[in-house]
């Protein structure tokens, strides 16, 4: 396993991060403490979770299930040294309201207050180590959305806002209750705002930022790589197999019990006519080179200097086994030259 530091934190984590957004609802809390043992086991420290998952949830799976799995976990003697812990702060952008009567609020100083109070609880913990912004106030090109995106917002309110959760991100930093702050689908004008005044203020600053990255979804390659570069902010990639399409499970029209699209029939908006071909031509290209789909996908996003550390989901232990295996790979420059070809021929399926 191979280990990055954050930004310009002091968080040194494993570039392969344990997600935690079926456990709730496609796993249960034992099924999810037996992921982290095993993932322990083989290296990876660094473990994502949100005060809004499980992220496919059933009708009896409240926002918070997930967190409050992971925080029987780690109140068991000597577990919590053991891990960096990410968790996120909800926004206005969320699907799920945070009480389960009113719509999530903006983030603003109150609504950080309350959300990270409220997971601190619930992960049974006195700190978070990455603490994150899961959706912009302005709204997001991120899941699809770029399809009809128009930015929204007067500058100066922006800025505003941006300096008042700030605050309060410092706040809570000088109280211990965080340790690092990151952001999550951030634009790469958002993202230059925060790190800008951050260092202007003395303030926290963001290390990461989590948005979509797989060999289906590279709308980070532009302008989102080059500012990362430029600030010192890492990529924590999140869903790198596309949901489950690039492992194959999905091929000739199956839909396995249990899986995402078994529970989400378009899985967010990535099945599209398009998506299919794709699908098909990067595991062709596994195929060819005696390469497992999962392994080839996860292990191209570790190939790119702006990756933090690339987060995967698993609801059976053979999957996590796969998925950590992928960090014992290393792809030739004759599959690099294919995945770079097939991008071309496919360039934005999803």
């Known amino acids: ?28 809390e034992a099924e999810g403490h037996a992921q982290i043992d095993y993932a322990l086991d083989h290296g990876i420290n660094f473990i994502d979770t949100a005060e809004m998952y499980p992220a496919n949830p059933g009708p009896n799976d409240p926002p918070g299930k997930t967190e409050s799995y992971f925080g029987t976990w780690l109140a068991r003697p000597g577990n919590r040294d053991k ?7 909800s926004g206005a952008g969320s699907a ?74 410092g706040r809570q930093v000088d109280a211990g209750k965080i340790r690092h702050v990151g952001l999550s689908n951030e634009s790469a004008w958002g993202t230059t705002q925060w790190v800008t005044l951050a260092d202007q203020m003395g303030l926290p600053r963001m ?9 289906l979804c590279r709308l980070f390659d532009t302008d989102m790589a080059e500012t990362c570069h430029h600030e010192d902010v890492d990529l924590l990639a999140f869903s790198p197999l596309a949901c489950g399409i690039l492992t194959g499970k999905y091929e000739n029209g199956a839909v396995p019990e249990g899986s995402r699209m078994s529970i989400n029939p378009t899985i967010g908006g990535r099945v599209t006519e398009h998506v299919w071909p794709a699908a098909a031509a ?43 295996g992928a960090a014992d790979v290393t792809l030739s420059e ?17």
């Open 1 to 28: 396993m191979n280990y990055k530091t954050l930004g310009r934190t002091d968080l040194k984590v494993s570039t392969l991060c344990l997600g935690s957004m079926t456990w709730g609802s496609q796993n249960t």
């Open 83 to 89: 891990v960096v812990v990410a968790s996120k702060c």
């Open 96 to 169: 799920r309201s945070r009480d389960g009567v009113n719509p999530t609020p903006p983030i603003t100083a109150e609504s950080i207050r309350i959300g990270l109070e409220g997971s601190l609880k619930r992960l049974q913990t006195d700190w978070i180590d990455l603490y994150q912004l899961h959706w912009p106030n302005r709204g997001s090109y991120q899941f699809r959305q770029n399809w009809n995106y128009e930015p929204k917002g007067e500058r100066a309110d922006v800025i505003a806002n941006l300096t008042d959760v700030l605050e309060e991100l």
């Open 207 to 215: 290390a990461t930022v989590q948005n979509e990255y797989s060999l």
């Open 282 to 324: 990067y595991l062709a290209i596994a195929r060819k080179h005696g390469l497992d789909p999962s392994q080839m996908a996860l292990a191209f996003c570790l190939t790119r200097a702006f990756m933090g550390s690339a987060i995967f989901g698993a609801t059976t232990m053979d999957q996590l086994a796969t998925a950590v």
């Open 334 to 350: 004759e599959v690099m030259a294919e995945i770079a070809a097939a991008h071309r021929a496919h360039p934005m399926p999803i």
